[in-house]
T-cell receptor, first 114, second 116 residues
Framework: GDSVTQMEGPVTLSEEAFLTINCTYT??????LFWYVQYPGEGLQLLLK?????DKGSNKGFEATYRKETTSFHLEKGSVQVSDSAVYFC?????????????FGKGTKLSVKP | DADVTQTPRNRITKTGKRIMLECSQT?????MYWYRQDPGLGLRLIYY???????NKGEISDGYSVSRQAQAKFSLSLESAIPNQTALYFC???????????????FGSGTQLSVL
């Protein structure tokens, strides 16, 4: 079945460092891809999305490009801030498949130090 | 006020007890979901409902049941709680269809459940 694999954490960076969190997927259809973020003590919220190959999603300085050839959707940010400390989840939804429910990766915890 | 409200925020119960977690939303969304989050396992779908009369099992429905009392209310029950149901539970909502809102879930703040 469909699945999402993301890099294990925790990831610890200094403020203003470059961030990459790797995400790869397996899907039989043509999925839409998402990054969700969970700040401490809160529920998840959508960070960005891409619905077809070569699309780039972006929000709050974060970017991710839908790469069909490598089945990847890596999250990047050029200069992280302490406020970016959170858990990041990659997810997919194959609306060509069954019900289009989201399948989440296991999450990557990011800690940014001042 | 929060758009997706979960009650209680924290609950400690004993093995064998029946417990209900409640979720209500003011977003007017048709679709509602229950997930559980365990460290290192991410989020796993327990049940989902696309409207009041449509309820479906998710990946890990065993030991759980749900009730969609109204469009705005979706409750999760553990009929006889066991310790491995200790987890953080999230309710979420979304719009239906394949428009711009597809895949955008709105989550509550979660219920931390501990089964002793």
């Amino acid at each position: 079945g469909d699945s999402v694999t993301q890099m294990e954490g925790p990831v610890t960076l200094s403020e203003e460092a470059f961030l990459t969190i790797n995400c790869t997927y397996t899907a039989t259809g043509y999925p839409s891809l998402f990054w969700y973020v969970q700040y401490p003590g809160e529920g998840l919220q959508l960070l960005l999305k891409a619905t077809k190959a070569d699309d780039k999603g972006s929000n709050k300085g974060f970017e991710a490009t839908y790469r069909k050839e490598t089945t990847s959707f890596h999250l990047e940010k050029g200069s992280v801030q302490v406020s970016d400390s959170a858990v990041y989840f990659c997810a997919l939804s194959d609306y060509g498949g069954s019900q289009g429910n989201l399948i989440f990766g296991k999450g990557t915890k990011l800690s940014v130090k001042p | 006020d929060a758009d997706v409200t979960q009650t209680p925020r924290n609950r400690i119960t004993k093995t064998g007890k029946r417990i209900m977690l409640e979720c209500s939303q003011t977003k007017g969304h048709d679709r509602m979901y229950w997930y559980r989050q365990d460290p290192g396992l991410g989020l796993r779908l327990i049940y989902y409902s696309f409207d009041v009369k449509d309820i479906n099992k998710g990946e890990i429905s065993d030991g759980y049941s749900v009730s969609r009392q109204a469009q705005a209310k979706f409750s999760l029950s553990l009929e006889s709680a066991i310790p491995n149901q200790t987890a953080l539970y999230f309710c979420a909502t979304s719009v239906g269809g394949q428009g711009p809102g597809q895949g955008k879930l709105f989550f509550g703040s979660g219920t931390q459940l501990s089964v002793l």
